[in-house]
Every structure is written in C-alpha cells, then in structure tokens.
C-alpha cells in the first residue's frame, strides 16, 4: 500500500512547488527517523547497550582495586618482643617486635611501610589517580568527538587500560606504583564517558532516558564482582593482573560486536555510513526504512536546500562537522549550561565519593562491606530511573541533592555513642543512597543539555570536575567528626540550588549541531 504521505507530496507538488521534483526525499534528523521507521528501542539497541555498558564494570575494576590494593592489613606481636598486643597502632613499636598478617605481599602498604609518617602516601597514590582521570576524561572527550570517534577512543582506552593495569603488578616501588596509577587514571577516565555516549546516542528520544541511567547498574555490578576477585587473590600484585585482564577480554570479545554511533558519523559527514547503520537498526528491530529518507541535522531538516539533488548525491556532500570547548563557551546557551553542570557535578562527587569512604570505618569484613555497598546503590538507580521520566530531570537532580543533603545534615547532630551511633551510619547510608541516583541522573542529563558535535567535549569537562571532587573528598574525610557531614551537606543543598537554574529536557529532541539547538531553544521560547 502507497504511503500516503508520498501520494500527496507528489500530487500537490508540481502546482505548490514546481521547482523540485516528485522525487524529493524525506530529510529527517536521527531521532526522527527513529521514532518513524527505525525503532527508538529494540533488538539492537538492546544489543548494542548491553554490550557496549559492559566497559562500566571495567572503570570499576580499575577504580575500585585501590581498596583492596592499598588497605591496611591487620597485624601481630612476635613471640617474646614484648610489643602490646591490644595497642590500635604499631606507631613506636620496635622494628621486628610486630607483623604483618599474611605476608608484606598482601597490600601496597605493607609492602612498602605506608604507615604512621607515611601514611599520606596512601592518600597521595589514590589523588594522583584521580587527578589521572580528570585529565583523561578531558582528552578523550575530545578525542571521541573528533577524529577517533566514539567506538576508536572506546578502543583505545581499554588497551591503555589493560597494559597500564598489568604493568603496576610489576611496580619496583611506590613512585612507580604512583606513575602507573596516574597512567591508568588517565584512561579510565575515558572509559565511562565514551561507553555513556555510545550506548545511549542509537536510542530514541523517549527511551533515552532510562537507558542513560541503567547504566550504572554495569559499574555497581563490577564494583560486586570486584570485591570476589579481591577475595580470591590476597596479594595486590596478582589482583591488579586478575583485574585488568577483563579488558583485554572486552577487546577481543566483545569490541568487534559494537558499531561506532549514527550521530558521530552523521556530524563528520559520513551520512552514507550513517544511513546504512540506520537500516541495520530498522531491519534488526523488525522495521523497515523506505529508500526515500535520508538523514539530516537537525539545524537542516526544516530547510529546503539540496532538494533536487538525487538522494545518492546527498549521502556524498557532506563535510564533517567538528565543536569544542571553544565553541562551548561562545554560545551564551551552552556557556551557562556548562558552568552549572561543572559546578553541580563537582559538589556531587565530594559528597558520594566521600560517603563512600566512610565504609573502611565500620571495622567489618571488608570484602562484604564493599559489596553491600555496591548492592545498596542499585535501588536508588531503580527508583530514579522509574521517576525519571514522570518527574523529569529537573526535579529529580533538585530532590535527590536535597534529599542528601538533608540525611547529611542529619547525620551531623548525631554523636558516636549508644543508639545514635547507629542513627548516624542510617543517615551515611541514606545520603549515599539519595546521592548514587544524583549521579546517576547527571550523567543523561549533562548528555541532553549539548549537541552532539559537543556532547562529550562538555560531559568530559563535567567528568573532570567530579574528579577533582574526589581528589578532594579524602581531605574532608580527615577532618574527622561531624564536620565532613556538615560539609556534604552543604554541598548537597547548594547543589540542588544550582540545579534549579538548569533547563528541563525531557522529551526534548538531541541536537546535532550549535545552530540546531539554538534554533530550537529559540522556537520553543517563541511559543
């Protein structure tokens, strides 16, 4: 059965526009086309997210194995040195009258002596590989816009990844522990941003969102799995191997399995290639795309340009289309949005990364208390990802910074002593509980606030300062009492006021370009 729609453009075309011909093809842009023809969720987004999501558990391999690679391993007296067994440190006790349980293999910091005056040290190496991420995240944010594209810097990443991870097995000495630390920091922060975008760029507009914020069940999964592995290999040497051969086995397994994204390639001029993938996706999820319909950006989808050029000449002519921060921060739109989600993103990251910190202070199994901790962020991401498109992501980042906040709040007029010790770990947990689902929405979020020839130049600037709220979150661990809860709690709250100050995207499309977006900013202020 004809398409009417193609029946009457053809019948009204030569008397309303005789200037184009009855073989004009439809020009729509990527979310368009799959909300019409391609399908905006089905097989192969489910393939393709699954898949490409797999590389969040390896961000929280490489994260996380600092844990139980710098924790500080328990000791004893040796017979007869007449060292006090019941003493909390072994600060002043003679050398050789105490050691190590388990060996001085088991942990960088009995390998090394990272104890009483050198104990900085530990914080130190886990600073530097913060620091690592937040300039990683950066360049490959970059990268994976420009040349390298999304599935190259993907790539990438993973064999830095794995050579830099197996490589600080063999670490000397500290320093080189350190600099090996830093390198692989600095890949690892490319691994979440470019994984993030991939996954979520081939789903349409109104699937958008909840894909975006599954996927952190992928990095809570790997930090679960972590914790298995660690108890497997006691030593911290054999645990940086086991830990980094996932991602050569991502490499080879599951890599070839992933296609680069359709708005990556419409937006450097390869509409050929980015329409063959979206006839790929139409086919695997069951759809048909007419022959007719060829992408466009969206700044050219209400425009009349090029109509009567043949449909092949057109998948031909485009010429790439590159941003950056520059371009960023020229617009008075995006230059807002950035400083905002600079902002919130970062106050974010001091509060979860330093609630997280406070699990090595429960004096229980360590392997069971960071897998409970993994296990205890899943029901936040279900809950808002439930919410999130009733609610919006407005409202849902404004609740959950302040819900927070608040328990922060709360936590800090508990004293340590009876009942209310107890009182004081249930507002920890609630406040990491509301804060695993802030940064969980604001990963989608600051994806839908930029188009795509940007999108990760500005989420790898907003994964910037979010690592530089974890190089600082140890230091505000330190200042012991109930100053650290007061201090999230600050930062929770003004967080949230920031977030009032962000527009709303929901059901709002994903531009490509700077003009696209602010052309349709633009129209919907006109309404």
């Known amino acids: 059965m004809a398409d009417p729609r193609v029946v009457n453009s053809e019948l009204r075309s030569p008397l309303l526009e ?14 368009e086309m799959l909300r019409m023809y391609c399908g905006e969720f089905g097989w192969w987004q489910l393939k393709h997210f699954v898949l490409t999501s797999l590389a969040w558990a390896l961000e929280a391999f490489h994260t996380m194995v600092m844990i139980f690679a710098d924790r500080e391993p328990g000791w004893s007296c040796v017979s007869g040195s007449g060292c006090d067994a019941t003493a909390k440190t072994v600060c002043g006790f003679e050398p050789g009258s105490w050691e190590w349980t388990g060996g001085s293999s088991s942990s960088t910091i009995s390998e090394w002596g990272l104890v009483c005056g050198y104990k900085y040290k530990v914080g130190l190496a886990q600073a530097f590989f913060f620091g690592g991420c937040m300039i990683g995240a950066g360049i490959f944010g970059h990268l994976s816009d420009s040349k390298l594209g999304r599935k190259g810097s993907l790539t990438v990443v993973c064999i830095l990844n794995a050579l830099f991870g197996c490589l600080t097995a063999f670490s000397p000495n500290y320093w080189t522990y350190v600099l090996l630390r830093v390198l692989t920091g600095f890949s690892t922060g490319g691994v979440g941003l470019c994984a993030f975008v991939l996954a979520t760029e081939p789903v349409g507009p109104t699937k958008r969102g909840v894909a975006g914020m599954s996927t952190f069940y992928f ?4 930090i ?23 991602s050569l086995l991502f490499l080879v397994i599951v890599l070839p399995f992933i296609s680069e994204s359709p708005r990556w390639y419409l937006v450097r001029g390869k509409v050929k290639e980015a329409m063959t993938l979206m006839h790929n996706i139409a086919k695997t999820n069951g759809k048909h795309l007419p022959d007719g319909v060829v992408l466009a950006l969206d700044e050219e989808t209400n425009k009349d340009s090029n109509y009567d050029q043949p449909c092949k000449e057109q998948l031909e002519i485009k010429e790439a289309i590159s941003g950056s921060l520059i371009d960023v921060i020229r617009s008075p739109i995006t230059r807002t949005r950035l400083v905002l989600a600079v902002a919130i993103n970062f106050l974010c990251s001091v509060v979860y990364y330093g609630l997280s910190l406070n699990v090595v202070n429960l004096e229980t199994n360590l392997y069971l208390n960071v897998l409970l901790n993994a296990v205890a962020e899943m029901p936040a991401f279900t809950i808002t990802a439930v919410l999130l498109d009733k609610f919006g992501r407005k409202p849902l980042a404004i609740g959950t910074l302040w819900f927070s906040g608040f328990f922060c709040f709360s936590g800090s007029l508990m004293t340590s002593v009876g009942i209310w010790k107890i009182v004081r770990m249930v507002c920890g947990i609630l406040g990491i509980f509301g804060m695993a689902g802030t940064y969980n929405l604001l990963f989608i979020y600051t994806a839908e606030l930029f188009p ?3 999108r990760n130049a500005a989420l790898g600037c907003a994964t910037q300062a979010a690592q530089m709220g974890a190089i600082l979150a140890p230091f505000v661990v330190v200042l012991g009492g109930a100053l650290p809860f007061v201090v999230f709690g600050v930062c929770g709250t003004l967080g949230g006021i920031l977030a009032f100050y962000l527009p709303e995207t929901l059901d709002k499309p994903l531009y490509d370009t700077m003009g696209g977006m602010e052309d349709g900013e633009s129209a919907c202020r006109a309404v």
């Open 18 to 31: 005789p200037g184009k011909k009855s073989s004009e093809p439809e020009k729509l842009c990527i979310d």
């Open 452 to 454: 795509t020839v940007v």
């Open 219 to 222: 990095f809570s999964t790997g």
């Open 224 to 246: 679960a799995l972590l914790s298995g592995i660690a108890y497997i290999f006691r030593s911290w040497r054999t645990l940086y191997i086991a830990s980094s051969i996932p």
